[in-house]
């Protein structure tokens, strides 16, 4: 019953949006633009270096390496993670989990503990190089105190090494390439779908910084920054992610006992302080 009710209100909202369209036809088209200009100007330039060093890297034995480290896989998807951002990570986990190399439990807490933008995309937008390390700071220090805080709760087992097959580096990069631009696809329509009905807010009137924060990213993001909005602003929407990085995450996990709930809550935890001081100050 609760999930027909839910369907229900999603389908109103849908058709909301579809004759919105219409109605905005021209604003509508203005948007999709903006996003498919923002795509190729800032996400491309700022991602598609980084996913396929990060398997040139994975490919040359850098997970070798850190293993050899620490004896975990916990560190590698951490640094993955730090390096390659959202939702790479994401599917990183999974795999790993698939594999059986790190288990629910220890899936689960990564989940809660180990989300990053992409650094290359925070500094790039950020309006300096410092105000982006601070960004970025951050959400390394909150990751590592939810870590800390939820390792009791979740069992600790032992993390066989995982294995990756080298490729010749040609073979390699290629298969990087196929595999960066369907990510990069799916973030050009995701970021497309939500810039769309953040338009149709701004037509409506209804429009503010913790909506667009919510909803999307990089919308967000330069819609902080246009609007001279302080850092804790800027570190909010950076932290929490937003429901497009969060559908995609909902996405990923489909079919797998990771549960995308604990992604929700390792945001809120982080991000919700940010809030507090925002209302506070």
Known sequence: MMKKFKNYI???????????????????????????????????PSMLPLYLIID???NYGLTDIVYSLFKNNTA???????????????????????EKVIDKDEGSLLLLSCYSPSPLFILTIAPSFSYGMIVLSYIYISNLFIYLLFRPKFKSSF??????KSAPFIDCLTLSIMKSFNTLVLILGVV?????????LDLLNVDSLFISSVLELTNAL?????SGSPLLWFMFASTFAGLSIHTQIKSI???????????????????VPLLLLIVLF
Request: aromatic content about 16%; charged content about 15%; glycine content about 4%.
């Open 10 to 44: 999603i389908l109103f909202f849908l058709l909301l949006i579809f004759v919105l369209t219409f109605k905005y036809s021209t604003s509508v088209k203005a948007s999709v633009i903006s996003s498919i200009e923002l795509w190729v100007k800032s996400l491309i």
């Open 56 to 58: 040139l890297l994975i």
């Open 76 to 98: 590698i998807l951490f640094i993955i993670s730090m390096l390659s951002g959202t939702p790479s990570n994401a599917k990183y986990i999974k795999e790993f989990y698939e």
């Open 159 to 164: 993390s066989p090494k995982k294995t990756f």
């Open 192 to 200: 497309v779908f939500f810039g769309l009905i953040n338009t149709l």
């Open 222 to 226: 330069f819609k902080i920054n246009s």
């Open 253 to 271: 996990l489909e079919n797998t006992p990771l549960s995308y709930k604990y992604f929700l809550l390792g945001r809120l935890i982080a991000a």
